[in-house]
């Protein structure tokens, strides 16, 4: 039987017990942290006013911004607790089995097309990038391969930093400049501010306790007219939006702590790159999830019409649905492509 997009990622059984995982784990994170979590102001616009949402799971307190509407995790985890969740905690041993036997190869994606039609348009000659978050190297590898092949006449420099020791240590690719260190210490030195054309990070900032002051570095790295490409999940969304983040999803919903701490959304991006001092040149939604996971929650689903979207059997509505779902920017899945001004 052919499978559906979601279960090519993974199996609906793994994905059901990662997640109960995960809510155990999260549970545990915050009795054993809880007295030392931190008070912050809104991620997005820095507004101190908000007002409380529902607990997560009984337990993380969520607010939303009366100022921009956004909403996040507050008090939110401190380091200690984040490094606790992610060392310690079994769920993230479940997720790196599946990403390991999932990343055998490297298959051009939508990010490596997006990336290359940027450089089409920059007419570089020499090209100085950077991946944060690159574990090691795979994305990297496929796209230095990828470019190499499409622009030959350009000289390419590819860097990329990861939090995990180990993950840089199995670096798949000696041609790749790899190091240890992590996005919330991402301090420039002297020598590499405003050197890269462009700085990627992948389902990376909605982790971070201070989103705006890790831009404000990439910002910093860029070159003038340099771009920052990142993916994140879009809150709004139609599947983060059929599945409240009290609700079970196979995969994390864009708000879970200790893990998801900031919701970005299609409507919150234009306010944080303005504050940045970063053009907007694309925030799009190219996710292809969302109908067919709506379909496989529709016993946790509580909107009717979520419901009725879930009850939809025929493949080639659902394949237009979806195609709809992105084309009105209301997909799950976000990327943004944001430049420095020249
Ligand atoms: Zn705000």
Known sequence: MKKSPF????????????????????????????????????????????I???????????????????????????????????????????????????????????????????????EKQELK?????????????GLQDYLSNHFPQIKLSVCGIDLDQDAISKSVDNRLNLRCCSAVNLKTTESEIGTYDLVLHYELIEHLLDPFQFMMTVKELLKPGGYSVFTTPNALGAENLASGYNSRRLIAHAIFPPMHLNAFSVQNIPLFSYRLGLEIVEISTPGKLDIDMIGKNRDFLTNESFIAIADIEDEIVKTYLQQYTVNCLASSHMQCILRKPL
Do not use: W
């Open 7 to 50: 279960e090519e990622n993974r199996s609906l059984e793994t994905a059901i017990a990662i997640y109960e995982q995960r809510i155990k784990d999260a549970q545990a994170i915050y009795q054993k942290h809880k007295e030392n979590f931190l008070e912050r102001n809104c991620p997005i616009c820095s507004s101190t006013l908000k």
């Open 129 to 141: 990038i950077l991946e944060v978050g690159c574990s090691s190297g795979l994305f990297l590898q």
């Open 52 to 122: 409380n949402q529902e607990d997560f799971h009984q337990t993380y307190k969520i607010v939303k911004c009366r100022a921009c509407g956004s909403v996040y995790v507050n008090p939110v985890p401190n380091s200690e607790a984040i490094e606790d969740y992610y060392k310690n905690c079994q769920c993230n041993r479940m997720l790196a089995e599946l990403t390991r036997s999932r990343s055998k190869k490297f298959n051009v994606d939508d990010r490596v097309r997006t990336i290359s039609t940027i450089i089409e348009k920059s």
